[in-house]
T-cell receptor
Framework: KQEVTQIPAALSVPEGENLVLNCSFT??????LQWFRQDPGKGLTSLLL?????REQTSGRLNASLDKSSGRSTLYIAASQPGDSATYLC??????????FGEGTQLTVNP | EAGVTQSPTHLIKTRGQQATLRCSPI?????VYWYQQALGLGLQFLLW???????NRGNFPPRFSGRQFPNYSSELNVNALELEDSALYLC???????????????FGSGTRLTVV
């Protein structure tokens, strides 16, 4: 059974700082890994999708990496802004088409 | 392109009643997934439908059920509501199982169910 863990659970940084969010998974036989953002009481917004054959994906100030062999993914956010404040979730997809989510990292970027 | 739409946005029911939540997937997506997110807890997988069939089910009691219609939209029904069913219910859609390895999920904005 896949288990996904995210560290840290919460993070508070000043505006402009570069930061890294960590995600680890126990079953390396994943098809892909997806990073989402969730604002309070809202749905999930997809940020980046990394296929199992890829090492990283980039979108604007976001960069996600994947190391299947070690069961790890990281989300790098450059030059953080107050608007980046949200909960960030990673989710691993194994066979059976269901995603297994981590508990999330609650990010606060202070002006 | 319209995203995943869920209705209603909010729903208030009393204990013992039934709730029906609806989801319309992105055009071209055949799979619909339901997740429960209780306050302060993570996302828990409820159900997966593809091509009108239930493909997988999470660890929830039978009073959580649903269906998928020919147009791929879906309903989630929760019978005999209990206070602990209060949560944000999220629906996601994707391409079918064969293509999903190359594509991700798209989520709706959710239905906030409150049981009083």
């Amino acid at each position: 059974k896949q288990e996904v863990t995210q560290i840290p659970a919460a993070l508070s940084v000043p505006e402009g700082e570069n930061l890294v969010l960590n995600c680890s998974f126990t079953d390396s036989a994943i098809y892909n890994l997806q990073w989402f953002r969730q604002d309070p009481g809202k749905g999930l917004t997809s940020l980046l999708l990394i296929q199992s054959s890829q090492r990283e994906q980039t979108s604007g100030r976001l960069n996600a990496s994947l190391d299947k062999s070690s069961g790890r993914s990281t989300l790098y956010i450059a030059a953080s802004q107050p608007g980046d404040s949200a909960t960030y979730l990673c989710a691993a997809k194994n066979s059976g088409s269901r995603l297994t989510f981590g508990e999330g990292t609650q990010l606060t970027v202070n002006p | 392109e319209a995203g995943v739409t869920q209705s209603p946005t909010h729903l208030i029911k009393t204990r013992g009643q039934q709730a029906t939540l609806r989801c319309s997937p992105i055009s071209g997506h055949t799979s619909v997934y339901w997740y429960q997110q209780a306050l302060g807890l993570g996302l828990q997988f409820l159900l997966w439908y593809d091509e009108g069939e239930e493909r997988n089910r999470g660890n929830f009691p039978p009073r959580f059920s649903g269906r998928q219609f020919p147009n791929y939209s879906s309903e989630l029904n929760v019978n005999a509501l209990e206070l602990e069913d209060s949560a944000l219910y999220l629906c996601a859609s994707s391409f079918g199982p064969i293509l999903i390895t190359n594509y991700g999920y798209t989520f709706g904005s959710g239905t906030r169910l409150t049981v009083v």
